[in-house]
């Protein structure tokens, strides 16, 4: 009797300790905007693009630098790429997305080869950066 309450009392801890942990885990929102560009925001649709890479995380979120270890499991992009380059980072949020021409970098080089391949993909600056997302 006495190894069953342990045994249920160990169950029971180990229980609640996975239940805490899950709810703790982020929950990645919907859609982002991504603010600070003079062209205006860019309306990112988080679970699409997700969905779209079999939600493989480190499609798009690197691991981070020893320089400047990340906060939480997926931080925010421009938590550290910033508009002007702080140190230890060496990467604007500009380019963080996509070179000065937006010829190549993570978003765009992703976009042409969706419309390379036939998909619908933006390529136009303003068909991502609209004012109306601030």
């Known amino acids: ?3 069953a309450v342990t045994v249920f009392s160990i169950v029971a801890v ?10 703790a885990q982020e929950k990645a929102p919907e ?8 062209m ?14 079999g ?8 691991a981070s630098q020893a320089a400047k270890p990340l906060k939480t ?7 550290c790429h910033t508009k002007a380059v702080a140190a230890p980072m060496k990467t604007t949020s500009r380019l963080a997305f996509h070179d000065a021409m937006a ?12 419309a390379a391949a036939g998909k ?10 609209q004012k109306a997302n601030g």
């Open 1 to 3: 009797m006495k190894r």
């Open 14 to 23: 180990l229980g609640f300790g996975f239940m805490v942990a899950v709810q």
């Open 73 to 79: 499991p997926h931080q925010k992009c421009q938590d």
């Open 40 to 53: 205006g925001g860019v309306k990112f649709n988080h679970t699409a693009h997700a969905t779209k890479t």
């Open 103 to 114: 010829k190549a970098g993570t978003c765009i080089g992703c976009h042409a080869k969706e």
């Open 55 to 62: 939600d493989k995380c480190d499609t798009c979120h690197h």
């Open 31 to 38: 859609v982002v905007i991504l603010k600070g560009n003079p």
């Open 120 to 129: 619908k993909a933006p390529l136009k600056c303003v068909e991502c950066h």
